[in-house]
Structures are given as structure tokens and as C-alpha cells.
């Protein structure tokens, strides 16, 4: 089944910024503007969700039912993706004490883009991944029989969405960084790269969990493991959607620096890392690094 909304766009723009933080350690700092991938699903959103989305239509499941935190992207990207689609969304979202109370500004465009929004206890959202909790989850949200895309939108189709970014940098970068919620866009961009090149992960949870979870991930999309990858800890600035005063300023910055708008809860994390990453010589000089911008504020 085909529909327009669905149908490959072209490469992202590969833009080079002239940052005196990194060219006077002979760093080179290019941005994979993936931000600009689709109008409304931007950056590793779309490669992710699009996967998902076809398959769902080719099955003729007329609702999405998906996970996420009361900032969650990926629910305001599946939303508006329901939106685009005519499809039927259900958001089932971490935290029942927010059941009543107003809105924030990610859940209230979920709302306006006609999600449904389930919020359950935190002790039941961490049991998600069991089968039988998730049936029940889905079904309680009035979502029995739909399509179950997971949080983040981390699956194995999801995993063949973010191989193909990998192939488009493909000789264009030594080091290509990305930021991680779920760990799934970074475990299909290793998949894609050239054997020479390594992906770098900047996760913007505290945890260090991901790296069990990116191989799992690869074990189901791929058979095994994919890529030279490997994760840059401890640049989470207090954990998902912390965004304290000198990340603010780092941020604020960089956008004034370079005429980009920068997305706070993973892109500035990630700029951040890299500039500290190369600050002390962890990047080494005569690399070329490519830093994904997954998505707009």
C-alpha cells in the first residue's frame, strides 16, 4: 500500500559549521540535518515510524497504540503521523498522576493532533515490555487490536528505517554521534556505516542501560551484532528533559553561533558532548565528525 506521506524523501543535507571549539583542535563538525527529513515527522521520527506505519496500513489496523513520557517526541511524532494518515492513535503515557491535571506542551499537541491519552501508574509502565502487561495496557486504553509501535519507536523494522540514514554518511564522516533515548537509531546507523567508520551514542538518560538493549535491538533486526558503536556516558545533565541553566546557555549559544535552532532534550546534549568530547582530545584531531540533528524544538 502506498501513500504520499510514506514515500522516501531524499537525503538530509550534510552542512559543515566552523566552530572555533573544534577546528582549534583539528576537528572538522558537520551537521546531519535530519531535522529537515519531513515537514512534520523530522529526523530519526520518520526513518523510524515510517517502517511501522506502512506495515500497519498493509495489515488494515485502523489505530496506533504506542508508549512514551509526558515529553515524549515520539508520541507527539506518532500523533501527528495518525494525523497525516487518518489513522487512529492511542498514546499510553508514564505517570498516572498526570491524569487531570493540565496539560504540557508535548501532550497538548499530541491531544490536538486526536491522540487518545492513557496515563498509567510508573510501576506498570516499567513492566511494558512483558507481553501479557502490554496486552493489558493496550486493551485498557481502548486500543485492543491495534498496531503496537514501542516507545521511542525501537523495533526491528525501526532498526532498517535508521540503517539507510547510516548509508547516506557513508565516507562523509570518521565519527557520526547521535543522541539516544531507546538506543534504536543509533543501533541501525552502526548497521549502516562503512566498517571503517564508528558511531557514537550520547545518551540523554542516566542509567547506562542502553548498551545491553542496542544489542538485543540488533540481535532482532539483524541477526547480530552490527557496526563499530560504542556510547559517550555522562553527558545526561540529570536525566531525560533536564535542561539545567548552563545547558541552556550552551544551547542558546550554539544557535547564536550558527543561525540553527537547537532542540533541547537531545540535541543540545548532544553538541555539548561532542564539544566537551573534543575539549579533551577524546575526538583526535584530523577526525571529521558528524553530529545528527534528530529534530526541532
Not at 155 to 175: I, P, S
Not at 232 to 244: C, K, N
Request: glycine share 12%; proline share 6%; charged share 20%.
Amino acid at each position: 500500500m502506498d501513500h504520499p506521506e510514506l514515500r522516501p524523501r531524499p537525503p538530509s543535507p550534510l552542512q559543515e559549521v566552523r566552530d572555533d571549539r573544534f577546528e582549534r583542535h583539528g576537528v572538522r563538525l558537520l551537521l546531519k540535518r535530519d531535522d529537515l527529513v519531513h515537514p512534520e515527522l523530522p529526523g530519526n521520527k520518520w526513518r523510524k515510524l515510517a517502517p511501522n506505519l506502512r506495515a500497519a496500513l498493509e495489515a488494515g489496523h485502523g489505530t496506533l497504540a504506542t508508549f512514551g513520557g509526558a515529553y515524549s517526541n515520539h508520541l507527539r511524532a506518532t500523533a501527528a503521523a495518525g494525523r497525516l494518515l487518518g489513522v487512529r492513535t492511542v498514546g499510553i503515557v508514564r505517570g498516572d498522576e498526570l491524569a487531570g491535571r493540565p496539560l504540557n506542551e508535548s501532550l497538548a499537541r499530541c491531544a490536538a493532533d486526536g491522540m487518545r491519552l492513557h496515563f498509567v501508574t510508573r510501576s506498570e509502565y516499567r513492566l511494558k515490555a512483558e507481553p501479557e502487561v502490554s496486552a493489558r495496557l493496550v486493551a485498557e486504553a481502548g486500543a485492543s487490536g491495534a498496531y503496537v509501535v514501542p516507545e521511542g519507536g525501537s523495533n526491528a523494522l525501526a532498526l532498517h528505517g535508521c540503517a539507510e540514514l547510516g548509508r547516506e554518511l557513508r565516507g562523509a564522516a570518521d565519527v557520526v554521534a547521535v543522541a539516544c533515548g531507546t538506543g534504536g537509531t543509533l543501533a541501525g546507523l552502526a548497521a549502516g556505516l562503512d566498517p571503517e567508520q564508528r558511531a557514537l551514542g550520547v545518551p540523554v538518560l542516566a542509567g547506562g542501560f542502553l548498551g545491553a538493549e542496542i544489542r538485543s535491538l540488533q540481535a532482532a533486526a539483524f541477526g547480530g551484532p552490527a557496526g563499530d558503536w560504542s556510547l559517550a556516558e555522562g553527558h545526561d545533565h540529570g536525566g531525560y528533559a533536564r535542561v539545567p541553566s548552563a545547558l541552556e546557555s550552551f544551547a542558546a549559544d550554539f544557535e547564536h553561533r550558527h543561525g540553527l535552532p537547537v532542540e533541547r532534550i537531545y540535541v543540545a546534549k548532544l553538541l555539548w558532548a561532542l564539544t566537551t568530547l573534543t575539549n579533551s582530545a577524546a575526538v583526535p584531531p584530523g577526525r571529521t565528525v558528524a553530529a545528527i540533528i534528530t529534530g526541532r524544538p
